[in-house]
Structure formats: structure tokens, C-alpha cells
């Protein structure tokens, strides 16, 4: 019997994303889903069998959730929608409550509870406009702000605190959660990281914090954005492992297949240099890996 090979990430058997995110293992379909936010589409894989199924939308999808009992929740620039997969048919939850010509919805996730919270990119990036929201009960509250860009959400195995980010300042925060209603408390720095200086070369730069995942001893892995890398840390903020990989910009984790004990990475191409492109040719593509450690399943949310 031949030895697992941890922490080798290799590419899935897809077509590259412009900007992959947002991906999610589904358990009963045993299949990934993931967004590519500027190529206006959703991606359904499942490695069993191999097949490719996409969804191409008149608006970006920032995120997508599972919901209880079917279909899937999607943060779109024009709204909140819920969307059948089997027919195609997407039906409106809530107005973006934001002007669509200047932000729109970006990192998005379930919490145990099945409340959907989403947070926004405020794309002139030059002001801390975004926000975080809270979908519960039919009802979109914003609950957070002084963001740019709101990214990786994530809670820990017990739920009692909530990881969120925002690339634009390279800052993670922790924050106390409250299961019972959600609400947030003792906002604090969990991981600042030294932005790029002006012609400071990208092998020198440790990239900005983006998507996020949790793993079952409470690790959290953040996509390290234009750093190569992947960090996973300890609940008290200290680096446990660097992974590095294979292309400039990771953009998102999840844990997957039946075991949970595979990490799959989403990663960018839009806008990358044509030389950086050349010498990384999975850049875009969702990179798959085993690695040493069970990850949490996703969080279904109530819809």
C-alpha cells in the first residue's frame, strides 16, 4: 500500500476561473461547487464520475450556500437569489441593499445555526464603505461595517467565535458569537499582515488574507491573496503551517470529500501579468490536496 502524499496540490480536470471563489463541498451530492465572480458563472464537480456542470448569470455571484432541504442560496451583485440547480430557476430573497454601480456581495457563508451572512466589496476601494450582513428569518441586516473588502468568514468547531477580514487593510479579526441570535461582540485583531510597498517584487510579498476555512482542532486556513500560500493558524493567532503553492493567488479553501480530509483551493487569473500567467499556467484553476487534519462540513443555511 503506497503512502498518501499530503500537501501536493494538483489541478482539477476543469477549465480555469477568471477569480474562483466561494467553493463548498456538498455531502449528498458528494460534488464542489465554486463561483467565478467575473465570469458570471456557478461550478458543480464531481470527482467521482468527473462531470462538469456550470450555470452562466446575467449578474456576478460573489458566494454560495447550501440551503436545508434543497438548492442553493447565491450573493449575487444584483441581490439575494435562490437557486434550484436541477431546473435552473432562480428566484429573488432580497434588493442589494447597496448602489450595484459601486459595491456588490463577495465572501458568504452559512453559521451553525443556518443564518447566511455575507459581506460586500466596495470596489472604488478607496474608503472603508463595505459591510457585513446577516440574512435570518426573510429578513437582510447589516450588522458590521468599516470594511473594503469583507472576506473570510469563518467560525470556530464550538461556534463561539467568528473569523472575518479585510484584504484591502491585510487585517483578520475574531470576533465573540452569540449561537442563540447571532449577535457580535469584542471585535479584536486576530492577524495583521505588512501590506505591499511601492515596487516592492510580489517573491518578497506575503500576500493580503482572503477566503478562509476552519479544520476540526480549530485551525484556521486563510488564502493568502498574490502570496503564494496558504497559512493555517492556531485559535490564539500563531502560524502552525506555510503551504505554498503553485500559482500567485489563492482566493479561497474548503474541505472536501467524504473524509473532509481535502483541502480545495480556488485561484485567480484576471488581470494577472502576461509573464506570470506563462510561468503559471494553473493559475485559475481549483487545486485539490490531502492533507493531515479533518476539516468542518459546510453549514447549510435555513434559506
Request: aromatic content about 10%.
Amino acid at each position: 500500500m503506497s503512502e498518501e502524499v499530503l500537501f501536493d496540490p494538483r489541478p482539477l480536470p476543469v477549465p480555469p476561473s477568471l477569480l474562483g471563489e466561494s467553493p463548498f463541498w456538498h455531502p449528498s451530492e458528494a460534488a464542489l461547487y465554486w463561483c467565478d465572480i467575473p465570469g458570471r458563472r456557478l461550478n458543480r464537480f464531481h470527482p467521482a464520475s468527473g462531470a462538469h456542470q456550470w450555470w452562466d448569470f446575467e449578474a456576478e455571484p460573489g458566494c454560495a450556500a447550501p440551503v436545508l432541504g434543497g438548492g442553493l442560496l447565491l450573493a449575487m451583485r444584483d441581490g439575494l437569489w435562490r437557486f434550484d440547480p436541477r431546473d435552473g430557476h432562480r428566484h429573488r430573497l432580497a434588493e442589494p441593499p447597496y448602489d450595484p454601480q459601486r459595491e456588490r456581495f463577495n465572501d458568504g457563508k452559512a453559521d451553525p445555526q443556518g443564518r447566511f451572512w455575507v459581506g460586500t466589496i466596495y470596489e472604488p476601494r478607496d474608503a472603508a464603505q463595505a459591510a457585513l450582513y446577516r440574512w435570518s428569518d426573510g429578513q437582510l441586516q447589516r450588522v458590521a461595517g468599516d470594511a473594503t473588502v469583507s472576506n473570510g468568514l469563518a467560525w470556530s468547531p464550538d461556534g463561539s467565535r467568528m473569523y472575518w477580514s479585510d484584504t484591502k487593510t491585510h487585517r483578520i479579526d475574531v470576533l465573540d458569537f452569540e449561537p442563540t441570535d447571532g449577535s457580535l461582540s469584542n471585535r479584536r485583531l486576530f492577524a495583521q499582515f505588512e501590506p505591499r510597498q511601492p515596487d516592492q517584487p510580489l517573491n518578497t510579498y506575503g500576500g493580503r488574507p482572503d477566503g478562509a476555512a476552519v479544520d476540526s482542532e480549530g485551525g484556521y486556513w486563510s488564502a493568502m491573496f498574490e502570496g503564494q500560500r496558504l497559512l493555517r493558524f492556531s485559535p490564539e493567532g500563531r502560524v502552525l503551517r506555510e503551504v505554498p503553492l503553485p500559482v500567485r493567488c489563492a482566493t479561497m479553501a474548503c474541505f472536501g470529500d467524504e473524509d473532509l480530509r481535502t483541502l480545495y483551493i480556488t485561484t485567480a487569473r484576471e488581470k494577472r501579468p502576461p509573464d506570470e500567467l506563462a510561468a503559471q499556467p494553473w493559475a485559475g484553476c481549483v487545486l485539490r490536496m490531502r492533507v493531515d487534519v479533518i476539516g468542518l462540513p459546510v453549514n447549510f443555511t435555513l434559506g
